[in-house]
Every structure is written in structure tokens, then in C-alpha cells.
């Protein structure tokens, strides 16, 4: 986890913390250890989002409704540090937070090893075949057939950040070859067999049997996995996205799949979400369908609520704060 400015918060339970949940949900477990220390206020209503934002000096968005939090911004005077319940901000920053000295930290590092299971799970998936199986044992048809071999394939990682170098170390243990993208080029990274910067993305798609997307949604990442993006894949490369939905486009990956240059998609996150019951993803049997939990474990509430803990008290004590994100690069409109 990365660390930034302290906050220097105030002393006892004259702090006053805001905890940001969704209708009619209770306090997120983990959190009761605050009290001793501050004034802890639910706000799940949009009276009591706009009354605890004009109060609060922090604020821990667990449930995240953008729109409502930008409405009642013009309240935040007190405010001065927002961390989010995730580990992408996308859904949380506005450009008049961004342009706020309020720091924002997320929820780095939690969800890293749950989401690389998930990857490798989807890898096997197709290359055993593994859905035609279950499918035909539904049917009470036995049916020999041969699967592929997940070692020896070739994955590109695109983001090759905690979440990335978590995929890539689990996928090399399986055998497979792995590259990365990132904004800066990493020549001798120890997790990736060669890192590459965003000028060298359609290169490196152009040998790849698996492009895995990890990368969160940014100005600069929206769009990335495009239509000439697709076309430069292999026949037969299958694409899995545990990163935001926006990052690909569903229009060109449609096509791809529709055409049958693309094999197949493993999808955890949309451009809308829910995913429209109505979509064609739903009826595509070679798309695996996931409802944004890839990184959902047993226990995620409570490690979630531990790194706010504990940044709580780095605050307290003016100490660097982890996770403290890039406001400017979060901004996606």
C-alpha cells in the first residue's frame, strides 16, 4: 500500500466521521472501535448525506452514489479526507473534489488476491471447457471430448498494477507466459516477464491467447480495449475484464464476439450496472457473466473496515495516510 500526507485530525469524540451506507443498511461491521474516538453518523438518506457532509471532517463512502455526493458537495466545509470502500475511486471523484484540497484514499490492496482467483478460475473455465461439462452433466450427457492446456499460453495484463501483478504471478505459477501494460515501460519488473507502456498496446495484443483488463477507469483509460484493439488479437484470444466495465468498449467486444474472432469474454464489470436483463451478453455462451464480485470473499466487509481503521488513526496522530489516490487521474467526465 502506498502512503501520503498525514491528515491531523482533531482530538476525541469531538471528530466528527461520516459513514456513507445505502438505504436501509446498518453500520458497516468493523467500525464500532470509532466511537471512543469520534462521532460517528450514519447517513443513508439524502437528508442525512447532506446533513453529515456539512458536518463531517471525514467521510467513509461505503455505498457509492456519485451524483447524490456532488449535489451536497457546496456543504463540505468541514470536510477534509473521503475514503472510499473500494479500490477504484471513478464512482467517488468529481472534478470539484478534485479540485478540493479533501485527500481521498481507497481500499488498495484487499481485493488483489480474491480477483487473480477469479482470473485464473475463468482461464480454466475455458481452457477445460469447464462450462460445456456442467452444462452436459445438466443433460445427463457423457461426451469425451479433448481441453486445451492452460500452460504455455500467452497473457497480457492491462494494468499492471497490485491487482495485475497479483493476476501475473498466479498465472506464471500456472505456466503461462505474462506481459503487462502500464504507463511507464518496466523492463526488469520480477512479476511480469516484460512490461510495456501504452504506445507498444496493440503490439502486444497481436501475441496474446488471454488479455486480462485490470485497470481502473480514468480519461485516459476509457475506450482503451477498442474496436482496432480487438482486431489485433489473435483468432481464437478470449478477453476477461476485472477492471471497469468502460474500459472496453461492449459495441466493438459484441462484434468480436459476434463474429466469432474472439472466442470468448469473461466479464465482471459493465458500462451499466446491473447488467440489463435484456442484454446480449446474458444469451452468448461463450461470455462468462459475473455481477461485479470477482474480488468479493468472505470476511471483505470487515478487511475493508480495517484499512479505514486504520488510516483513521494515522489521521488522528498526523501520520502519512495509505492508499492516498490521484484525484486528478480519477476524474472520468
Do not use: Y
Not at 456539512?54 to 449535489?71: H, I, K, N, P, T
Not at 471447457?129 to 499460453?153: F, I, M, P
Not at 480495517?306 to 480519477?330: C, I, M, Q, S, T
Request: aromatic letters at 6%; charged letters at 25%.
Amino acid at each position: 500500500m502506498g502512503t501520503g500526507e498525514g491528515g491531523g485530525g482533531g482530538g476525541g469524540g469531538d471528530v466528527i466521521v461520516g459513514v456513507v451506507v445505502a438505504e436501509g443498511e446498518d453500520m458497516p461491521p468493523g467500525l464500532d472501535v470509532l466511537r471512543e474516538e469520534a462521532d460517528v453518523r450514519l447517513a443513508r438518506s439524502d437528508d442525512e448525506l447532506a446533513e453529515t457532509v456539512g458536518a463531517a471532517e471525514v467521510l467513509f463512502v461505503w455505498d457509492f452514489r456519485r451524483q447524490r455526493l456532488r449535489e451536497v458537495w457546496p456543504r463540505a466545509g468541514r470536510l477534509r479526507w473521503i475514503h472510499a470502500a473500494s479500490a477504484g475511486v471513478d464512482a467517488v471523484v468529481f472534478p470539484e473534489l478534485a479540485a478540493s484540497d479533501v485527500v481521498v484514499t481507497n481500499t488498495h490492496g484487499v481485493l488483489d488476491g480474491a480477483m487473480a482467483e477469479w482470473v485464473l478460475g475463468a482461464m480454466l473455465v475455458f481452457t477445460k471447457d469447464l462450462h460445456t461439462t456442467l452444462d452436459r452433466q445438466r443433460r445427463r450427457c457423457w461426451h469425451h471430448r479433448d481441453s486445451e492446456r492452460l500452460a504455455g499460453k500467452r497473457v497480457l495484463v492491462v494494468g499492471a498494477g497490485s491487482i495485475g501483478r497479483a493476476v501475473a504471478r498466479l498465472c506464471r505459477a500456472a505456466g503461462t507466459r505474462v506481459e503487462g501494460v502500464a504507463r511507464t515501460p518496466r523492463p526488469d519488473d520480477p512479476d511480469f516477464d516484460r512490461v510495456v507502456g501504452p504506445g507498444e498496446l496493440r503490439a502486444a495484443l497481436s501475441t496474446t491467447d488471454f488479455v486480462v483488463v485490470c485497470a481502473p477507469h480514468t480519461v485516459e483509460t476509457r475506450g482503451m480495449i477498442g474496436g482496432p484493439e480487438l482486431a489485433a488479437l489473435p483468432p481464437g484470444a478470449r478477453l476477461i475484464n476485472v477492471g471497469r466495465g468502460p474500459v472496453v468498449d461492449e459495441t466493438a467486444l459484441l462484434d468480436a464476439l459476434r463474429s466469432g474472432r474472439l472466442a470468448g469474454a469473461a466479464l465482471d464489470v459493465f458500462d451499466e450496472e446491473p447488467l440489463p436483463a435484456h442484454h446480449p451478453f446474458w444469451a452468448m455462451d461463450q461470455v462468462i457473466v459475473s455481477p461485479h464480485m470477482a474480488g468479493d470473499f468472505a470476511g471483505w466487509e470487515e478487511a475493508f473496515s480495517g484499512v479505514f481503521v486504520e488510516n483513521f488513526r494515522r489521521w488522528r496522530l498526523g501520520e502519512p495516510l495509505l492508499n492516498v489516490v490521484d484525484k486528478g487521474r480519477a476524474v472520468t467526465r
